[in-house]
């Protein structure tokens, strides 16, 4: 009986050898890939954490920056973002920070181009779109309406559909095109939320248009009433 559990126990460690010298090494050469893509997935995963912890070192530094009015200040950590972190979110709201204080202070050419990257650069649809419509009310400031339009045609993104066209009325109106500026607002009236105040603000920009977006519901007696 013994010398039958080692015959047995012999061809099974036979084919062990035999399966392990056919495919020993494509079984190690799998198991070495998959070790360095978790190896590599694990560092990019830490280089991720460890940027976005530096990025937001500098914004809060930058937040300092705005804080004190130090346009100049701002800028330059705005720039060292940009060039060490222009991936991270943090760059990318840097960028919207320093186009309101930059804008605030008179120096629109800086908030243009902060804005200007920010469109060009940030993968988030929603900070570009953000970028898109403060770039147009700049330009749209600076008299530059071709320019304005052209912004708020790159601005994407549903969710600010209702702002663009209500800026886009603002720019077609001072361009002396009312009826393309009505049908802009009424497109903004009827995206914004019924109890939104934009919603408010177009209905007046719309009413000094000659326009009432929403004719008055009259109440219509049924028949119940007309019979009393």
């Not at 705005?66 to 200040?73: P, R």
């Not at 330009?139 to 708020?152: F, G, I, N, T």
Request: neutral net charge; charged residues 25%.
């Amino acid at each position: 009986m013994a010398n039958q559990l080692d015959l047995e126990e012999q061809e099974q460690l036979d084919e062990l050898k035999h399966f392990w010298s056919k495919y020993g090494n494509l079984i190690s050469g799998v198991l070495i890939v998959v070790m360095l893509c978790l190896a590599g997935w694990n560092g990019y995963n830490y280089w991720q954490r460890s940027q976005a912890a530096q990025a937001a070192a500098m914004f809060d530094e930058m937040g300092k920056s705005v804080a004190g009015g130090d346009v100049a200040k701002a800028e330059r950590t705005f720039n060292d973002m940009k060039d060490r972190y222009a991936r991270a979110s943090y760059t990318q709201q840097a960028g919207l920070a320093l186009a309101k204080m930059a804008s605030d202070a008179g120096k629109p050419e800086v908030a243009k181009a902060a804005l200007q990257w920010v469109a060009d650069k940030s993968a988030d649809e929603g900070y570009a779109a953000i970028a898109q419509l403060r770039l147009a009310s700049i330009l749209l400031d600076a008299k530059q309406y071709p320019e304005a339009l052209r912004a708020l045609d790159a601005a994407k993104g549903d969710a600010f559909s209702s702002l663009v066209a209500d800026r886009r009325g603002d720019v077609l109106l001072l361009q002396g095109q009312r009826d393309a500026a009505k049908a802009a607002y009424l497109t903004a009236f009827k995206a914004f939320d019924e109890r939104s105040e934009y919603r408010r603000l177009v209905r007046v920009k719309l009413n000094a248009l000659g326009v009432e977006p929403e004719a008055p519901k009259v109440a219509v007696p049924n028949a119940a009433s007309g019979a009393n």
